[in-house]
C-alpha cells in the first residue's frame, strides 16, 4: 500500500504560519477533492480539523485552512498557538480498494 | 456529540484471532448515511484502514488483510466489532474505531486501544 508522503515536523513560533504538505498520486490526492485533515493529541482521539480540501467542520478555528495543487495538499495554520502543537494527519480518498490511504503524520512544536 | 468507545484485550497471542469492540454513543449505528471503519496504525508507520461496515451490515475491507479480518455490527447494543485472525507481531498496533461520512470523511473517533501481540 502506497502511503501519503507528510514532512516529519514543522515547528513556528506563537503568532506564526506553518504549512504541512501531503503529497500523492494520480489515483488520489490529484484524482480526488476528498482529502482530509485530522489533529491528534496523544491519548485522544483525532480530530477531523478540515475536509474535501477546504471545509471546516463546525467549531474549528478559522485559522486552520487547507489547499490543493496537483498531486499535493496542504494545511496552514495562521496564527499559531500553543494548543496547536501535535500530530497532523491527511487522508486521501482512493480510485480503488484500499479506498482511503493516510500520511504518515507531521509533528507540529510551537516554540 | 457522537462518542466512539473502544475496548477489548490488550494482549493477543500470537496466531489467534484480535477481537475490539467499539461502543457508539449519541447517534445509532443502524441510521443515517453513515459508515462504521477501524483504522490502525503500528509504532512509526502511517494509518492503515482496515474496513468499513454500512447501517444495512455491508462491509467492505482493506484487500491486503481481506483474507483475515471481518468486521460485524450489533445494533442492539449500538456496537461494532472487529476480528483479525492468526495474528502476528505486525499486528501489534494502536486500533481506532471511526465513523465514516458518505463514504469520505472520518468525522468522528475512538481514543484508541493499544493491542500488543506476543509470541
Known amino acids: 500500500q502506497s502511503a501519503l508522503t507528510q514532512p516529519r515536523s514543522v515547528s513556528g513560533s506563537p503568532g506564526q504560519s506553518v504549512t504541512i504538505s501531503c503529497t500523492g498520486t494520480s489515483t488520489d490526492v490529484d484524482a480526488y477533492n476528498f482529502v482530509s485533515w485530522y489533529q491528534h493529541h496523544p491519548g485522544k482521539a483525532p480530530k477531523l480539523i478540515i475536509y474535501a480540501i477546504t471545509q471546516r467542520p463546525s467549531g474549528v478555528p478559522s485559522r486552520f485552512s487547507g489547499s490543493k495543487s496537483g498531486d499535493t495538499a496542504s494545511l496552514t495554520i495562521s496564527g499559531l498557538q500553543a494548543e496547536d502543537e501535535g500530530d497532523y494527519y491527511c487522508?486521501?480518498?482512493?480510485?480503488?480498494?484500499?479506498?482511503?490511504?493516510f500520511g504518515p503524520g507531521t509533528e507540529v512544536t510551537v516554540l | 456529540q457522537v462518542q466512539l468507545q473502544e475496548s477489548g484485550p490488550g494482549l493477543v497471542q500470537a496466531a489467534q484471532t484480535l477481537s475490539l469492540t467499539c461502543t457508539v454513543s449519541g447517534g445509532s449505528i443502524s441510521s443515517g448515511n453513515y459508515y462504521w471503519s477501524w483504522i490502525r496504525q503500528p509504532a512509526g508507520k502511517e494509518l492503515e484502514w482496515m474496513g468499513r461496515i454500512y447501517s444495512s451490515g455491508a462491509a467492505i475491507y482493506n484487500p491486503f488483510l481481506e483474507t483475515r479480518v471481518a468486521i460485524s455490527r450489533d445494533s442492539s447494543k449500538n456496537q461494532f466489532s472487529l476480528h483479525l485472525s492468526s495474528v502476528t507481531a505486525a499486528d501489534t498496533a494502536v486500533y481506532y474505531c471511526a465513523r465514516l461520512v458518505s463514504t469520505l470523511i472520518f468525522d468522528f473517533w475512538g481514543q484508541g486501544i493499544l493491542v500488543t501481540v506476543s509470541s
Open positions: 487522508c486521501s480518498f482512493r480510485s480503488t480498494n484500499p479506498y482511503y490511504v
